[in-house]
Protein backbone atom coordinates (compact mmCIF):
# COMPACT_ATOMS: atom_id res chain seq x y z
CA UNK A 1 0.00 0.00 0.00
CA UNK A 2 1.03 3.43 -0.85
CA UNK A 3 -0.64 6.65 1.05
CA UNK A 4 -0.65 9.71 -0.93
CA UNK A 5 -1.38 13.22 0.60
CA UNK A 6 -1.51 16.75 -1.24
CA UNK A 7 -0.68 19.90 -0.16
CA UNK A 8 -0.37 23.32 -1.32
CA UNK A 9 -3.56 24.53 -2.78
CA UNK A 10 -5.25 27.28 -2.73
CA UNK A 11 -6.59 30.87 -4.40
CA UNK A 12 -3.78 32.87 -6.32
CA UNK A 13 -4.06 35.64 -9.55
CA UNK A 14 -3.75 34.69 -12.72
CA UNK A 15 -0.26 34.92 -13.69
CA UNK A 16 0.69 33.80 -9.78
CA UNK A 17 2.43 30.69 -9.54
CA UNK A 18 1.72 27.60 -6.68
CA UNK A 19 3.82 25.04 -5.29
CA UNK A 20 1.94 21.42 -4.55
CA UNK A 21 3.94 18.45 -2.84
CA UNK A 22 2.49 15.09 -2.60
CA UNK A 23 4.16 13.07 0.08
CA UNK A 24 4.16 8.95 -0.31
CA UNK A 25 4.04 6.60 2.53
CA UNK A 26 3.42 3.08 2.85
CA UNK A 27 5.53 0.63 0.17
CA UNK A 28 8.68 2.58 -1.54
CA UNK A 29 7.59 5.28 -3.54
CA UNK A 30 10.61 5.28 -5.79
CA UNK A 31 9.46 1.59 -7.78
CA UNK A 32 6.00 4.41 -8.82
CA UNK A 33 6.00 6.88 -11.17
CA UNK A 34 3.98 9.54 -9.62
CA UNK A 35 1.92 12.23 -11.07
CA UNK A 36 -0.56 14.69 -11.32
CA UNK A 37 -4.20 14.65 -12.93
CA UNK A 38 -6.38 17.30 -12.30
CA UNK A 39 -10.66 17.49 -12.98
CA UNK A 40 -12.96 20.54 -12.42
CA UNK A 41 -16.25 19.52 -11.38
CA UNK A 42 -18.61 17.71 -13.64
CA UNK A 43 -15.67 17.57 -16.59
CA UNK A 44 -13.32 14.33 -17.64
CA UNK A 45 -10.23 14.19 -15.77
CA UNK A 46 -6.84 15.62 -17.36
CA UNK A 47 -3.22 14.12 -17.50
CA UNK A 48 -1.09 17.31 -16.41
CA UNK A 49 2.28 16.00 -15.92
CA UNK A 50 3.93 12.51 -14.07
CA UNK A 51 7.81 11.53 -13.72
CA UNK A 52 8.88 8.40 -13.76
CA UNK A 53 10.44 6.11 -10.38
CA UNK A 54 13.88 7.81 -10.79
CA UNK A 55 13.18 10.98 -11.94
CA UNK A 56 14.93 10.99 -15.02
CA UNK A 57 11.72 10.91 -17.38
CA UNK A 58 9.12 13.51 -17.45
CA UNK A 59 5.98 13.94 -19.35
CA UNK A 60 3.83 16.84 -19.61
CA UNK A 61 0.52 17.75 -20.81
CA UNK A 62 0.74 20.62 -23.76
CA UNK A 63 -1.51 22.46 -21.87
CA UNK A 64 1.29 23.02 -18.84
CA UNK A 65 4.34 22.79 -20.72
CA UNK A 66 7.18 25.51 -20.04
CA UNK A 67 4.85 26.70 -16.97
CA UNK A 68 4.72 23.50 -14.49
CA UNK A 69 7.56 21.60 -13.54
CA UNK A 70 7.47 17.94 -11.36
CA UNK A 71 9.90 17.00 -9.59
CA UNK A 72 10.73 14.56 -6.87
CA UNK A 73 13.04 13.41 -3.82
CA UNK A 74 12.85 9.64 -3.35
CA UNK A 75 15.10 10.41 0.25
CA UNK A 76 11.74 12.13 1.38
CA UNK A 77 9.18 10.33 -0.76
CA UNK A 78 7.76 13.66 -1.37
CA UNK A 79 6.88 14.71 -5.36
CA UNK A 80 6.22 18.37 -6.37
CA UNK A 81 4.67 20.62 -8.84
CA UNK A 82 5.69 23.81 -9.17
CA UNK A 83 3.19 25.77 -11.46
CA UNK A 84 3.83 29.29 -12.89
CA UNK A 85 2.14 31.63 -15.31
CA UNK A 86 -1.21 30.40 -13.85
CA UNK A 87 -4.70 30.98 -15.82
CA UNK A 88 -7.95 30.50 -14.90
CA UNK A 89 -8.68 27.11 -16.71
CA UNK A 90 -5.89 25.67 -14.74
CA UNK A 91 -8.55 26.12 -11.91
CA UNK A 92 -9.52 22.16 -10.93
CA UNK A 93 -9.21 19.37 -8.26
CA UNK A 94 -4.95 18.53 -8.46
CA UNK A 95 -4.97 14.62 -7.83
CA UNK A 96 -1.70 12.93 -6.76
CA UNK A 97 -1.60 9.72 -7.95
CA UNK A 98 0.99 6.66 -8.32
CA UNK A 99 1.56 3.95 -10.89
CA UNK A 100 3.54 1.45 -12.55
CA UNK A 101 4.67 3.42 -15.14
CA UNK A 102 4.27 6.89 -16.50
CA UNK A 103 1.81 5.69 -19.08
CA UNK A 104 0.11 3.98 -16.65
CA UNK A 105 -1.10 7.68 -15.03
CA UNK A 106 -1.64 8.93 -18.31
CA UNK A 107 -4.06 5.95 -18.81
CA UNK A 108 -5.60 6.66 -15.00
CA UNK A 109 -6.55 10.45 -16.65
CA UNK A 110 -8.86 8.46 -19.33
CA UNK A 111 -10.55 6.69 -17.20
CA UNK A 112 -8.33 3.97 -16.21
CA UNK A 113 -7.61 3.06 -13.07
CA UNK A 114 -4.18 4.21 -11.07
CA UNK A 115 -2.97 1.93 -8.56
CA UNK A 116 -3.11 4.40 -5.76
CA UNK A 117 -4.39 8.03 -5.35
CA UNK A 118 -4.84 11.17 -3.10
CA UNK A 119 -7.27 12.92 -1.76
CA UNK A 120 -6.94 16.26 -4.09
CA UNK A 121 -6.10 19.52 -3.53
CA UNK A 122 -8.80 22.50 -4.91
CA UNK A 123 -6.19 24.98 -7.14
CA UNK A 124 -8.42 28.67 -7.98
CA UNK A 125 -7.00 30.88 -10.13
CA UNK A 126 -8.74 33.92 -10.72
CA UNK A 127 -8.73 35.96 -13.35
Known amino acids: QVQLVEFGGGLVQAGGSLRLSCTAS????????LGWIRQVLGKEREFVTA????????RYADSVKGRFAVSRDNTKNIMFLQMNSLKPEDTAVYYCAAGLSIDAIVNAASGGVADYWGQGTQVTVSS
Open 51 to 58: ISGNGWVK
Open 26 to 33: GRTSSGYA
